[in-house]
């Protein structure tokens, strides 16, 4: 694993290691949060609509789709047709979830919801998450992303496509996005506690951050290695 990626991915290995436990860790002090009363209200604060890791998480998806379609489309990397594509849809649907996140830029400069969008909007805004029969139901896009994410390190073992596979060391980031939209979707059946509902709902803006952590360290994880690849190219 350290050869892949000090070769590989040209990181040492303290960064692998950081990578891959950085989910475990932020996951271990948001949760920290709701086991002492003292510190719950803080926790939920963190989470509300408009709050820093909403905030920040609008600002990751927002870099890392603009890094994505900059790099795709002034850097001359190795790709073939259907890669280049890949990554120039995947850039653009960051873009739209970043801008879902403030509501397209409702959160900022206040406008009005149309009359007509805000009847079939469960929460009355611009956004497209939020429509009827979509609201709700968010866990089955995170639980999407959390299992593509697995698929996507697989993809590695296939020389084919080898060039748009996930990094093993995201591993982390995709296991705990699914499992916690797994925990999200059983919750919606079989309620436990209103406290604990509450909180699994409202903990899923953290899980759309390490949504947002993971996406930009695939893109800047893989450019790094096609650039690699392309200056041994022109050397060789």
Request: contains cysteine; neutral net charge; aromatic residues 18%.
């Given at each position: 694993?350290?050869?892949?990626?000090?070769?590989?991915?040209?990181?040492?290995?303290?960064?692998?290691?950081?990578?891959?436990?950085?989910?475990?860790?932020?996951?271990?002090?948001?949760?920290?949060?709701?086991?002492?009363?003292?510190?719950?209200?803080?926790?939920?604060?963190?989470?509300?609509?408009?709050?820093?890791?909403?905030?920040l998480?609008?600002?990751?998806?927002?870099?890392?789709?603009?890094?994505?379609i900059?790099?795709?489309?002034?850097?001359?990397?190795?790709?073939?047709k259907?890669?280049?594509?890949?990554?120039?849809?995947?850039?653009?649907?960051l873009?739209?979830?970043?801008?879902?996140?403030?509501?397209?830029?409702q959160?900022?400069?206040?406008?009005?919801?149309?009359?007509?969008?805000?009847k079939?909007?469960?929460?009355q805004?611009?956004?497209?998450?939020?429509?009827?029969?979509?609201?709700?139901?968010?866990?089955?896009?995170?639980?999407?992303?959390?299992?593509?994410?697995?698929?996507g390190?697989?993809?590695?073992?296939?020389?084919k496509?080898?060039?748009?596979?996930a990094?093993?060391?995201?591993?982390?980031?995709?296991?705990?996005?699914?499992?916690?939209?797994?925990?999200?979707y059983?919750?919606?059946?079989?309620?436990?506690?209103?406290?604990?509902?509450?909180a699994?709902?409202?903990?899923?803006?953290?899980i759309?951050?390490?949504?947002?952590?993971?996406?930009?360290?695939?893109?800047?994880?893989?450019?790094?290695?096609?650039?690699?690849?392309?200056?041994?190219?022109?050397?060789?």
């Amino acid at each position: 694993m350290e050869n892949l990626f000090t070769n590989h991915y040209i990181i040492s290995k303290k960064i692998t290691l950081i990578i891959f436990i950085t989910p475990f860790i932020l996951t271990l002090i948001m949760g920290s949060f709701f086991i002492f009363r003292s510190t719950e209200n803080f926790g939920f604060w963190l989470l509300e609509e408009n709050s820093p890791i909403e905030l920040l998480t609008f600002i990751i998806f927002l870099i890392s789709g603009v890094f994505g379609i900059y790099t795709i489309r002034n850097i001359n990397l190795p790709l073939e047709k259907y890669a280049k594509l890949f990554y120039i849809v995947f850039s653009l649907f960051l873009i739209l979830i970043a801008m879902e996140e403030i509501s397209w830029g409702q959160w900022f400069f206040h406008f009005e919801t149309p009359r007509e969008w805000s009847k079939i909007n469960g929460q009355q805004e611009t956004t497209l998450h939020n429509l009827n029969g979509m609201q709700g139901h968010s866990e089955f896009l995170r639980m999407f992303y959390g299992a593509g994410g697995v698929f996507g390190v697989l993809l590695g073992f296939f020389n084919k496509f080898k060039k748009i596979s996930a990094p093993p060391v995201l591993i982390s980031w995709f296991l705990i996005i699914f499992c916690h939209a797994v925990v999200d979707y059983i919750q919606d059946r079989v309620s436990i506690s209103v406290r604990y509902d509450f909180a699994i709902v409202k903990t899923s803006e953290f899980i759309e951050l390490l949504i947002a952590g993971s996406s930009f360290l695939y893109l800047w994880l893989n450019f790094r290695t096609l650039l690699k690849h392309d200056k041994n190219i022109i050397k060789s």
